[in-house]
């Protein structure tokens, strides 16, 4: 297992991070412009559109026989994987680094960067039609759910990347530090199997962990494995189509999730990185090294008995965070992310 240089990778996120997105609330708008400058370096293509006819778009690149993809705000208030998805486009696509020369060498890569743009404009977990696109892999009402089987069906993935974001809610087990980015290997059934799929993906995702490990150690969990009938990332694992997701998570005074796009970043490069540089992918063991996600936060804990969560929304046109409280009593059991005496 080759773990990439982290004052290189640093470097080259320094360099290439793409200014134009920032924040939490990212939607068509902010990534079209984007688009079209890439195209002059890599292929980029509208391969279907929303419910609303807003544009889905897919970037392509490598011309190696690993083919990998990764899909983004399927979620459309999940952002985080976005930002970190269009700092790898920029990489790829000016970086002289050996990193990715390898990856475009070893792999061919096809990224949907924004799968679920009307509910990325209206901050929504939903699409238009108030459908969760990550429990429609069976169904397929969403036109979003169709297009994204027929991409997986024609280009026929070795590997998937699956990204979400988890809430402020999740700590790493037996640790007092918040989930900051969060793992899983779906399962492909309800007993959890640990088929060859699933082992090979718990592989790739090893070695992501021991980079993490490296620049934010005991900030790393694990999701839980519950078998989800409707789940996308169950079903294309239970197809064959070895799916990782990644829960880009809370990191202290990171609201923004910045901080958590740059580990994001180096996250999704080692994996990738570590695909084109493999060909065994059988070590699974220490997988289930890394800590469990428990809930165990809150973004404000008020004297001890109260615990507040920040709700965000949009609100004419503007994005808003307003405090909630979600449970009054003992919290001996929580850690706030912030404490009011």
């Known amino acids: 297992m080759e773990i990439i240089n982290l004052e290189n990778l640093a470097a080259n996120y320094q360099n290439q991070k793409e200014t134009a997105l920032f924040g939490k609330w990212i939607?068509?708008?902010?990534?079209?412009?984007?688009?079209?400058?890439?195209?002059?370096?890599?292929?980029?293509?509208?391969?279907?559109?929303s419910?609303?006819?807003?544009?889905?778009?897919?970037?392509?690149?490598?011309?190696?026989?690993?083919?990998?993809?990764l899909w983004t705000q399927m979620h459309g208030?999940?952002?985080?994987g976005t930002k970190a998805i269009f700092d790898f486009f920029n990489c790829i696509a000016h970086s002289n680094d050996a990193i990715y020369k390898r990856i475009l060498k070893e792999c061919t890569v096809l990224c949907v960067p924004m799968l679920n743009p009307d509910g990325s404009f209206n901050y929504t977990r939903v699409n238009a039609n108030n459908v969760d696109l990550n429990r429609d892999a069976v169904v397929k009402k969403a036109k979003e759910s169709r297009l994204l089987r027929r991409v997986l069906d024609e280009f026929n993935p070795l590997f998937c990347f699956n990204l979400h974001d988890q809430r402020t809610i999740f700590g790493v087990e037996e640790t007092l530090n918040p989930a900051t980015i969060s793992f899983l290997a779906p399962s492909e059934e309800k007993t959890r199997m640990l088929t060859k799929g699933r082992k090979e993906t718990m592989n790739v995702i090893i070695a992501m962990n021991s980079l993490l490990q490296k620049v934010i150690p005991n900030h790393?969990?694990?999701?839980?494995?519950?078998?989800?009938?409707?789940?996308?990332?169950?079903n294309f694992q239970k197809l064959g189509y070895n799916t990782i997701l990644?829960?880009?998570?809370?990191?202290?005074?990171?609201?923004?999730?910045?901080?958590?796009?740059?580990?994001?970043?180096?996250?999704?490069?080692?994996?990738?990185?570590?695909?084109?540089?493999?060909?065994?992918?059988?070590?699974?063991?220490?997988?289930?090294?890394?800590?469990?996600?428990?809930?165990?936060?809150?973004?404000i804990i008020e004297n001890g008995n109260k615990g507040y969560l920040y709700v965000d929304k949009i609100i004419d046109g503007k994005f808003t965070t307003e405090k909630k409280l979600e449970k009054e009593g003992d919290l001996?059991?929580?850690?706030?992310?912030?404490?009011?005496l």
């Open 220 to 234: 790393i969990g694990r999701y839980t494995d519950e078998f989800y009938p409707t789940a996308t990332g169950d």
């Open 27 to 49: 939607h068509y708008k902010h990534i079209s412009p984007i688009l079209s400058k890439l195209s002059d370096n890599l292929e980029v293509s509208i391969i279907g559109e």
């Open 246 to 299: 990644i829960e880009a998570g809370h990191y202290p005074d990171d609201y923004d999730r910045e901080e958590t796009r740059k580990f994001n970043f180096y996250a999704i490069v080692q994996g990738i990185y570590h695909i084109a540089t493999t060909n065994d992918f059988t070590n699974y063991e220490s997988y289930f090294e890394i800590p469990n996600n428990q809930k165990n936060f809150f973004d």
């Open 332 to 340: 001996s059991d929580f850690i706030g992310h912030s404490v009011n």
């Open 51 to 69: 419910e609303q006819n807003t544009p889905i778009h897919s970037v392509r690149f490598g011309t190696g026989p690993k083919r990998i993809l």
């Open 77 to 80: 208030n999940e952002s985080t």
